[in-house]
């Protein structure tokens, strides 16, 4: 079987509801992935570098875990990691799974339930966004102390209510940059699902609510660490304004060319939140 026909035959099986996170976690800790993690990363578009910190590593492809999805987005390696930051057991997410992509909601969240079954008590989540407010630049790293969702539930279904908490986290945050020398921002990320870019009367719209960056993944994974009780900090890193801020066109080659730019203060950031925790 070559690898699309692998691909296709995972996705149906997930489109058909057949998820077992028991025994996809039991495949996990059977390639290694057996000592306990103190926390975890899902690394966004173009920010897969940060697995060079990551020290005494072992690799595991996506596709060689059975019933595991499989990323198809440009940046996202597929393959996970696990080893040392800081002195820390860290799981790393080279890639994650996005709505647009035909993933469930289950299979979106998948790498936040595996994160809690290894036991990590910590969940950092990244992104690349587009900033809708006119005060923010391109590579400027952006804490999220709130979030937007404007396409209904992002949550799995047949849980009870709970609510999403950042602020605390970002506070926190801000205060882990600043003792490192980093210069961030902070505000609320508005959650589309894509894949096609947002008109320019739809970012008019999202700035007057209140917005400050979009993006297309991040929300179903924030609100799962929410339910699942896990502390939770979420990074965007900005890698293009979005259309109407500028008359420049969106392209996503502009997301590793900044992700590229800004690497160093992204593990920079993410490491001293994950010693420092």
């Not at 992935?33 to 005494?56: H, K, N, Y």
């Not at 959650?191 to 700035?207: H, L, S």
Request: hydrophobic share 40%; net charge positive; charged share 20%.
């Amino acid at each position: 079987m070559n690898l699309s026909e692998h691909s296709m035959k995972q996705t149906d099986r997930y489109t058909q509801g057949i998820i077992n996170i028991d025994e996809i976690s039991h495949s996990i800790r059977s390639f290694g992935f057996d000592r306990p993690v103190d926390a975890a990363v899902i690394l966004g578009s173009g920010l897969g570098g940060f697995t060079e910190q990551i020290s005494q590593a072992i690799s595991l492809s996506y596709h060689q875990v059975p019933n595991f999805p499989v990323t198809s987005v440009t940046g996202h390696k597929g393959e996970l990691m696990l080893g040392e930051v800081a002195g820390k057991s860290v799981l790393a997410f080279s890639g994650r799974f996005h709505r647009y992509e035909g993933f469930s909601l289950d299979q979106t969240v998948l790498p936040v339930r595996i994160a809690q079954k290894l036991g990590a008590r910590l969940l950092v989540i990244s992104n690349a966004a587009g900033g809708i407010n006119r005060s923010l630049e391109v590579g400027d790293l952006m804490i999220i102390d709130d979030i937007m969702r404007l396409i209904g539930t992002t949550t799995p279904t047949g849980f009870p209510p709970y609510r999403c908490r950042l602020k605390a986290s970002a506070a926190k945050v801000r205060e882990l940059a600043a003792d490192s020398g980093l210069t961030i921002r902070t505000g609320t990320y508005l959650f589309v699902q894509g894949p096609n870019y947002e008109t320019k009367a739809e970012i008019r719209a999202f700035r007057t609510l209140g917005a400050d960056a979009v993006g297309m993944s991040t929300v179903p994974e924030i609100a799962e660490a929410s339910r699942l009780g896990i502390d939770t900090a979420a990074i965007s890193l900005i890698t293009n304004m979005a259309s109407g801020i500028t008359e420049q066109k969106l392209d996503h080659k502009d997301v590793e060319i900044t992700a590229k730019r800004r690497k160093k203060d992204f593990i920079r950031l993410v490491s001293s939140v994950i010693e420092k925790w």
